[in-house]
């Protein structure tokens, strides 16, 4: 169990930290709540930029249909560690 908590605390610095750089906010700004829609200053470029730099940080695919469930911050952190765990 330790293994995934450690798994998980790592995604989570990680995503924060990439989204942070993506969007020019500090991290402290960012929480697990936050909600991509409508919390989160995206646009579609930057977006697609935070998805690739996730995806090259873990060596992993984000398949659409899994991005399009992803609603907050936190659901992120989700289906990265879900990918990351089945390599």
């Given at each position: 169990?330790a293994?995934?908590?450690n798994l998980?605390?790592?995604?989570k610095?990680d995503?924060?930290r990439?989204m ?9 700004e960012?929480?697990?709540e ?6 989160l ?16 940080t873990?060596?992993?695919r984000?398949p659409?249909?899994l ?17 990351s765990a089945?390599?």
């Open positions: 169990m293994d995934s908590d998980r605390a790592k995604v610095e995503v924060i990439i942070s750089e993506t969007l020019e906010i500090s991290p402290e960012i929480s697990s936050l909600q991509f829609n409508t919390d200053p995206f646009d579609s470029l930057q977006l697609y930029e935070f998805v690739i730099d996730v995806e090259e873990y060596n992993i984000l659409d249909e991005l399009d469930e992803v609603k907050t911050v936190d659901d992120m952190i989700d289906v990265v560690v879900k990918l089945q390599k």
